[in-house]
């Protein structure tokens, strides 16, 4: 059994492409995986994994050479990363960096030699195809077709394939380390090689540069050009996505905490994070994809985690393609085989267009989702054009509530799945999961806490989105819902002998184990201040919290165990949840240390953010090493929770009402985007100063009152002290 | 055919035309690239080999995803094989290990792309047709994974 994560990744991305590597030089990253240790390193393209580990071995006539035990220096500039090697008197500066649009990257070494001798070099590059989405993570393709042209080698796979091209043309090819002449091969290829020669001279730099890019076959036709261009001059390519990297965080807030210097930085960690997800993997679909390594695809729930965050930061164009591209793969029809139902939103989608539905969830994200992006940005027009969408989401939810309780059901969407393929496949896979909601491998059947306050949440956004409309049959049967709903949840899974609400409802009775997913109804102000505060506290104990986060289950719980993925181990989005439950029933010293414990999850994973962490101690296992999920929530907490924010551009409103630990003296929040203006917040014990650029007046409304800020002005306010308790769901 | 699978392959060609009606025949197109990629690469077609030692056959990747299993169960025509009557190795490999000794602490890895061969002591005539299901405990993600495949027994 493997144990440890693994080296510190190194990831490299483009809006379309990715690789990842351990550092050594070579395109290899082995991490632990479900326990196992498996080969992330590689190359991917439009969400497709295209190959498996690129290694380069070279050999001076006397003595080979690989990159790992000659590497003398590394660093990482931008998106590039760069080594530098000693092999004898020969030194190889060796640089990796993704390209968008072909998606792919290029590895390019600049080799010199020390003395005054030439030396022949022959440099070998050796890789593993894949040709598969990673959303269907544990499969190699057993078959492929390779074929040489005068530009490179080109391997396919049904849809999905990668072209090679190098500035030196190979001397020899390999397949499976045999040797190949070239032309047309069909069948396994478990290996492609190539040797490539070059002369490297006294005093000269001799270039080697590939690229490999790919994904749908389709998108290759015409990318000869381009790719052919960036072969030549890589340089102009790289230098245009560095502007659109800084520009990008130009346009983004700045947060100075002096009190808390590790939130400050964790913050910078978790924007960093999220840019890193940002994708454009073709097919005009715009997203972010869940994570790394095993996660790189689009899975919407974790985009409707993640958006947002990205609300804060000021990407309404992302968030509103985001959205978008989500609603356009809305099932129109019962779709079995996919997991389908009218009206629900898809899980996963990735370029061919493929996509699946079958969770209880996502679908349910999409409507407060839209809300918050009208309130952010202003722009009703593009909510309008959702509605129907949007109703269709309300009409599956109404169809899954249950007349006798007024809750939604959860459960039985992967076996609806598997029933649906059984007659048809030879060749049948799946998994006995009972149950699709974000713990999707464990049983919350029927009515998971979490899921009815999405619910509620969702009910509650279409109708202030579409108050004539929000469903098919209009707003009436909406509002008895949420009003329904309201009434039931703080009732129904009441548990007073753990003072908190119980996971679910089967069969007419609490599921009584505790969950951290019930602070959702806490949040959302489900329960009364007082009763979220107590809520709050009872997930800090020392069976649910430990100091690096908090579980998905209570230590005491008869089912946990500690290196379970749902039932045990630490998850950072579960932490935000009570970060999140603890400010907003005003328990600022709780909340802050809540989000202190994320925070130093980021710095002891050097920049990453890990999906999880063992329950008995602070170490990732099964763990994607950058996860949307651990970084989005923490943002947005930072911004409605922390600084207590609710923007409303329609009414020129934005609510300020921080909940600052009593020990902290200052805050700033500098340049959040807000209509046609920016607002900048400086909180000086007890004053908050408001500076605003836009150009018309800005009203702010913050616990003491409300106060109007000139367009291009400032203005000034005492906040009372203690914060209050905030209690709704933002 | 089984009954019922007329109204199931009526269905499937149905939500095919729903698929491509709303999508374009592009989705349809990539759905079947992942579908039949999925169906060719998990079982290794015609492994399935019968002799003196029994049964074995190969998977060239995992079920669903890799992982550490700690368990195994195999059935084939709907009879359970004891866990001491049947092993899993590194397809290729010398060493078998029986299904019996696996546990959490001691669990097989299977990971993509890596072949992995069962042999169980089950005897069945070359030329029979066989029905084999397997199941996979996975401590990190406890649900039951499993494969199951129809093939016709060849001889080793």
Known sequence: ?730 | MRAGSFSHLLSAARQGFELGFEHGAHSVEALLWVAETVEESVYRSGSLLGGPDGLRFVLSNPPLRGGAFSALRLRVNGAAVAPDRFRVRTAGMADWRPAATLSKAAPVEIVAGRPVEFGAAVSLPVGAPAEVRLELECPAIPPLVWVEFRDIVRGA
């Open chain 1, 1 to 730: 059994m493997a144990t440890g994560p693994g080296p510190t990744p190194i990831l490299l991305r483009s809006l379309s492409a990715a690789v990842l590597a351990d550092g050594s030089g070579d395109l290899a990253l082995r991490r632990e995986a479900r326990g196992a240790s498996e080969e992330w390193g590689g190359v991917y393209g439009q969400l497709v994994r295209l190959t498996g580990p690129w290694r380069l071995r070279f050999w001076d006539g006397a003595r080979e050479y690989g990159l790992p035990e000659t590497r003398a220096a590394r660093s990482t500039v931008g998106e590039r990363w760069r080594s530098e090697h000693r092999l004898g008197s020969i030194v190889v500066r060796q640089e990796i960096a993704p390209t968008h649009r072909p998606a792919g990257a290029i590895r390019t070494v600049r080799c010199s030699v020390e003395g005054d001798r030439p030396v022949q070099l022959t440099v070998h590059s050796a890789f593993r195809p894949y040709l598969l989405p990673t959303l269907v993570e544990g499969i190699r393709p057993i078959s492929y077709r390779a074929q040489t042209s005068a530009e490179g080698l080109h391997l396919r796979q049904r849809g999905f394939g990668l072209d090679v091209r190098s500035t030196v043309a190979p001397s020899h090819l390999y397949i499976d380390r045999a040797s190949w002449i070239g032309g047309r091969r069909d069948g396994a290829i478990d290996e492609f090689g190539s040797d490539h020669e070059l002369v490297v001279a006294p005093g000269t730099e001799s270039v080697l540069r590939w690229a490999i890019v790919g994904g749908l076959e389709r998108d290759l036709a015409g990318s000869a050009g381009d790719v052919g261009r960036r072969l030549a001059d890589p340089e102009p390519t790289f230098a245009a996505s560095e502007r659109e990297e800084a520009a990008w965080y130009a346009a983004t807030p700045t947060l100075r905490f002096p009190d808390a210097p590790a939130l400050e930085q964790g913050y910078a960690t978790a924007r960093a994070a999220l840019r890193c997800l940002y994708s454009e993997p073709g097919d005009s679909m715009t997203g972010l994809v869940a994570g790394y390594p095993w996660y790189s695809a689009i899975w919407c729930r974790d985009v409707a985690w993640m958006l947002p965050a990205l609300l804060w930061l000021g990407d309404f164009d992302w968030t509103a393609r985001s959205i978008a591209t989500v609603l356009r793969f809305q099932s129109r029809a019962r779709l079995p085989l996919l997991g389908g139902e009218p009206g629900e939103l898809p899980m996963q989608i990735s370029p061919g267009p493929i996509f699946f539905y079958g969770t209880s969830d996502t679908s349910l994200y999409f409507p407060d989702l839209a809300e918050r992006y009208v309130r952010h940005s202003g722009d009703v027009a593009t909510a309008a054009a959702w509605r129907p969408m949007l109703r269709a989401v309300i009409d599956w939810g109404l169809a899954r509530t249950d007349p006798a309780t007024g809750l939604l059901r959860n459960g039985g969407e992967a076996e609806a799945i598997s029933a649906a393929t059984a007659s048809i496949a030879r060749v049948r896979y799946g998994i006995d999961s009972p149950d699709t909601t974000i713990w999707d491998s464990t049983d919350r059947r029927d009515h998971a806490i979490d899921v009815q306050v999405l619910w509620w949440a969702a009910l509650g956004s279409a109708l202030a989105l579409d108050p004539a409309g929000a469903s098919s049959r209009g707003p009436a049967p909406v509002r008895a819902a949420l009003e329904r709903l309201a009434a039931t949840i703080p009732t129904a899974y009441d548990w007073p002998e753990e003072r908190f609400l119980a996971d679910s409802i089967r069969a007419g009775a609490p599921v009584k184990r505790l969950r951290p997913n019930a602070l959702r109804a806490a949040s959302a102000g489900l329960v009364d201040a007082a009763r979220a505060r107590t809520m709050a506290h009872r997930a800090a104990e020392d069976d649910l919290s430990s100091a690096w986060g908090v579980r998905t289950l209570s230590a005491r719980d008869p089912a946990y165990r500690p290196d379970a993925y749902h039932d045990g181990q630490v998850w950072p989005i579960a932490t935000a949840w009570a970060a999140d439950a603890a400010l907003a029933a005003g328990d600022a010293e709780l909340g802050v240390d809540f989000l202190a414990r994320i925070a130093a999850g980021y710095v002891a994973d050097a920049g990453g953010a890990n999906e999880c962490y063992r329950g008995d101690r602070p170490e990732p296992f099964d763990s994607c090493f950058l996860l949307g999920l651990s970084v989005g929530p923490f943002v947005s907490v930072l911004f409605e929770r922390l600084w207590g924010l609710r923007a409303d551009v329609r009414t020129g409103e934005l609510g300020v009402r921080p909940c600052f630990p009593a020990a902290w003296r200052s805050a700033t929040l500098e340049g959040l985007r807000f209509g046609g203006g920016q607002v900048t917040l400086r909180y000086s014990a007890p004053t908050l100063e408001i500076a605003w650029s836009g150009p018309a007046r800005l009203t702010v409304r913050f616990a003491g009152g409300t106060v109007a800020v000139e367009a291009g002005r400032t203005a000034s306010v005492s906040l009372p002290s203690p914060p209050p308790a905030a209690g709704t769901l933002q």
